[in-house]
């Protein structure tokens, strides 16, 4: 398999993960049965597996990120749905052996989608070129796939973001609702770019429909067992432009400007009514499903007035916006002042509603190499073959409710074999 090209862009991630995630405060932290209906694709749905505290009913699921999609793609000269099958069967296999029970796939990173959709493109990592169809469903597959070995699966989508380092909007298919937008002055707004990327502006009402559309129409046409979406809401902004950019202009002519709200009031509140709606609509079309976001794991970020804009704690207290919240916990027991440790306790203290689930992601990438923030903790990270065992023990024994794993490369990767082989032994 050549899987240098796949390795290169997670090593890239890395690096823009630990970039993008410094603490505001200074301190150095990376992070990085269907509602009585019938689903139009096969697979019996799983949404009522149970997620308790025992082990074999725990919570335990991997990401397959748009990263797995590329190794598909260059592990196969032969790129249809029989090869597709046959490639997403030994991931689901992988992730079964070790003990998981849910596989979150990624099926819109960016404005596109892995999934014949009414609203948005094909995405380029399926099919090689955004807009041209890869002549399958790789959804339909992964959920008939994932079914038939009893698990789980959910649909990830990251709402805002349409590209990454381009601005270019002549990059995009024709049919991309981010390049009709541009092309006309009434809609230009609705997208809008920021730090050599385009984003889809959170304050406008007709992006917000567009969002709700396309997770609703996943839900009524897949037998997916939830939505989840992950840490990619507003961008980060700074002390000096973080009032002046992006959305300011809709802000300046808000009623929370008028009421002398903040700004960052406002766009919590923006991303609240995109939050509350999915909910909403994912449980009117099959209540059993579960819709759960994984933000960063670093609390000083996510409620500061630079970046993210995201309102766990109002989400941690209430049961109409989220079913879970994964925090992305990717810090070893060794790291300077974001011990996995102290983080993980940290999240149990704000969950104040029980009836949401607090899971923990955890960072596999890491097991087998030295990265981190100190000599101790890039030891801990190389060496240290216990170290996901032991944040699934600590976690565990302070009662979270479950787990999820980034990602599916690492999960069989050489590096984080040993690792890995550790950790199975408290999923099993």
């Not at 009709?180 to 984003?199: D, E, F, I, P, Q």
């Not at 009032?243 to 700004?263: L, Q, T, V």
């Not at 996901?388 to 074999?417: E, I, P, T």
Request: glycine share 6%; hydrophobic share 30%.
């Amino acid at each position: 398999m050549k899987q240098s090209k796949v390795k290169m862009m997670q090593l890239v991630a890395m690096l823009v993960a630990t970039v993008m995630f410094a603490s505001v405060s200074g301190q150095a932290v990376s992070a990085a049965a269907s509602g009585g209906r019938s689903s139009n694709y096969e697979g019996a749905s799983l949404s009522n597996l149970k997620t308790g505290t025992s082990v074999s009913n725990q919570y335990k699921a991997f990401w397959f990120s748009f990263y797995d999609y590329s190794d598909y793609r260059s592990s196969y000269k032969s790129r249809n749905k029989t090869t597709f099958k046959s490639y997403f069967t030994k991931v689901v296999k992988k992730g079964k052996s070790l003990g998981m029970n849910r596989v979150i796939v990624q099926v819109r990173p960016y404005g596109d989608a892995v999934y014949k959709s009414k609203y948005f493109p094909w995405s380029k990592y399926i099919s090689g070129k955004q807009g041209r169809s890869p002549g399958y469903d790789p959804l339909a597959v992964m959920v008939q796939v994932a079914h038939s070995q009893g698990i789980a699966i959910e649909a990830w989508v990251n709402p805002y973001r349409v590209t990454s380092g381009s601005t270019n909007y002549k990059k995009l298919s024709k049919n991309n609702p981010a390049r009709k937008w541009n092309a006309k002055k009434s809609t230009r707004r609705n997208v809008l770019s920021y730090g050599g990327s385009l984003y889809y502006n959170p304050s406008k009402t007709a992006v917000r429909d567009l969002i709700v559309k396309g997770v609703k129409e996943i839900v009524q046409n897949y037998n997916v067992d939830g939505i989840h979406m992950d840490d990619y809401f507003y961008p980060g902004f700074t002390s000096k432009n973080y009032k002046k950019s992006f959305d300011a202009a809709e802000y300046n002519k808000s009623s929370f400007k008028k009421k002398k709200k903040s700004i960052q009031t406002y766009r919590r509140a923006q991303v609240n009514y995109l939050v509350k709606r999915i909910h909403s609509e994912v449980k009117k079309v099959k209540s059993s499903a579960t819709f759960g976001i994984s933000p960063a794991g670093n609390i000083s970020n996510l409620t500061s007035k630079y970046s993210y804009y995201v309102d766990i704690k109002k989400w941690l207290k209430s049961s109409q916006y989220v079913d879970y919240i994964c925090p992305q916990i990717y810090w070893g027991f060794k790291h300077p002042t974001a011990k996995f440790d102290k983080v993980t306790r940290q999240w149990i203290s704000i969950r104040k509603n029980k009836k949401v689930k607090l899971y923990i992601g955890i960072a596999v990438y890491r097991a087998g190499h030295s990265v981190g923030q100190n000599k101790a903790e890039k030891k801990e990270w190389k060496s240290d073959t216990n170290v996901l065992k032991k944040q699934v023990q600590y976690a565990r024994n302070k009662k979270v409710d479950g787990f999820a794993f980034f990602d599916y490369q690492d999960l069989h990767s050489k590096a984080s074999a040993k690792s890995v082989s550790k950790l199975k032994t408290v999923l099993k």
